[in-house]
């Protein structure tokens, strides 16, 4: 009779009955831990008051795993991981093998991927090893994580082929690894060619005034104990961009002086032009404006361009009321337009082509805002005024050049998708037969 009971009884017996059973909050973690997993939630996620109160109510009695129920999850999950793992690998004859090491928020870490083809040849992605990279990214330091994680699954003699970028540590230790084997990431190369051969992220260096000199400085210019070394072996680069600034080293540093010189002499042996009689020097005038065309002024007034589009995205997305204007204007627009203003990143393959190509479809509202700023509600004076600044006014001109540098762009974009791809061999996509 539960008028019998006291309240506390009664709402004991009332838990009692909304408890689950054992088989069905085994099923309901299971599907909580890989939520986690998934979406990479926090562990404790499950057990906050608001996720708690709407697991009660989608099924009561249930209360989702606590941060030890799922470190102790994961720890089986990953040994298992690792024991069918090593049953798929001593399966097959060979493997190719992905290297890569990023940082954020000054962590470093390194992924070893591995890429297989099953029975019906569908390539298999694998991870072989993904840890936390402690200490100096020294190639010594990578060969020996690389051979630490080979050696533990048993595939070192199976390996076929490394790929890994163009820094010059990964590049050591994936040749002391597999002499000839090393492939270079294409996708990082391309990104090489557009940042590089563009200029997008130079930096203009400020001139340092020379001190006077005096005769002791010439007197002591030759002595040995003069430090000739370059300023730039002295500064400090970000981790991030630490593969990319060792590409800046051509050449071998093991080659004489002697054998330079021979080679440049050689050279000028067969660069010698002979004049013919029969020449029309009319021929050579469209030449000669060709060469007349500075390819430094153009990569300048390149570079320029884009920090003034980066300057006014920039601008516009600081202030909530411009935003909400330009997102007003963004559905009316025919057709209405879904993509937003972004910046691009230089660390972010192909965000440069996403910039140039947002920004050209936005080129009515852009122009809009620059002549008349007036328009856009709810803003000061100090803001119409940045917004029409000369700075911001792009020419007829301007316009062709960034519809120019969308048409060069476009291709690398295409040619980083195709090779970017997942479910596909991309290795003879990017390196075809000679």
């Given amino acids: 009779m539960p008028e019998m009971l006291f309240e506390s009884q009664r709402n004991q017996s009332a838990t009692n009955s909304k408890q689950i059973k054992p088989e069905k909050k085994r099923e309901l973690h299971e599907a909580a831990i890989d939520c986690i997993i998934t979406d990479g939630r926090p562990f404790g996620d499950f057990r906050r008051l608001g996720m708690s109160k709407f697991l009660n109510v989608i099924c009561p009695g249930y209360r989702g795993p606590g941060r030890k129920t799922v470190r102790r999850r994961l720890g089986i999950l990953y040994h298992e991981y690792r024991q069918q793992l090593g049953e798929v690998l001593a399966s097959i004859p060979a493997i190719a093998i992905t290297v890569d090491i990023w940082t954020k928020k000054k962590k470093s870490f390194i992924c070893l991927t ?5 029975k019906k040849y569908v390539s298999i992605p694998l991870v072989l090893g993904f840890r936390r990279f402690t200490g100096s990214h020294e190639s010594q330091n990578i060969k020996k994580y690389i051979l630490y994680e080979l050696q533990r699954l048993n595939i070192q003699d199976k390996v076929c082929g490394i790929v890994g970028d163009n820094g010059s540590d990964i590049k050591k230790a994936i040749n002391e690894i597999k002499p000839g084997e090393r492939f270079s990431c294409t996708a990082h190369n391309i990104n090489l060619v ?12 400020k001139k340092r005034k020379q001190p006077p000199r005096t005769t002791i400085d010439v007197i ?12 730039f072996d002295h500064l400090d680069i970000p981790e991030e961009l630490e593969d990319d600034e060792d590409n800046l080293i051509y050449g071998n540093a093991g080659d004489s002086d002697e054998e330079l010189n021979n080679a440049v002499d050689d050279d000028d042996e067969d660069n010698v032009n002979y004049v013919d009689e029969n020449d029309n ?6 030449n ?11 990569r300048a007034s390149i570079q320029q ?3 003034r589009m980066r300057a006014f995205i920039n601008n516009i997305n600081s202030t909530r009321a411009v935003t909400e204007y330009v997102q007003q204007r963004e559905k009316i627009h025919d057709p209405p337009i879904t993509a937003a203003l972004v910046t691009d990143i230089e660390i972010r393959w192909n965000t440069t082509f996403i910039m140039v190509d947002r920004f050209i479809t936005h080129q009515v509202i852009i122009d809009d805002i620059n002549s008349r700023p007036f328009k856009v509600p709810s803003i000061s004076s100090v803001q119409q005024l940045k917004l029409g600044n000369k700075k911001f006014e792009f020419s007829n001109d301007d316009w062709c050049t960034i519809k120019d ?17 997942k479910n596909y061999p991309t290795l003879a996509v990017a390196y ?3």
């Fill in 114 to 118: 591995g890429h297989v083809f099953n």
């Fill in 194 to 205: 557009v940042k590089n051969g563009l200029g997008l992220w130079e930096k203009t260096k």
């Fill in 220 to 231: 002591d210019h030759n002595s040995e104990d003069n430090d000739t070394s370059s300023d």
């Fill in 281 to 286: 020097p009319d021929d050579n005038e469209e």
């Fill in 288 to 298: 000669d404006d060709y060469q007349s065309i500075d390819l430094q002024d153009i």
């Fill in 305 to 307: 361009l884009i920090n």
């Fill in 405 to 421: 540098l969308q048409t060069v762009l476009k291709p690398f974009f295409g040619a980083t998708t195709a090779i970017s791809a």
């Fill in 432 to 434: 075809s037969s000679k």
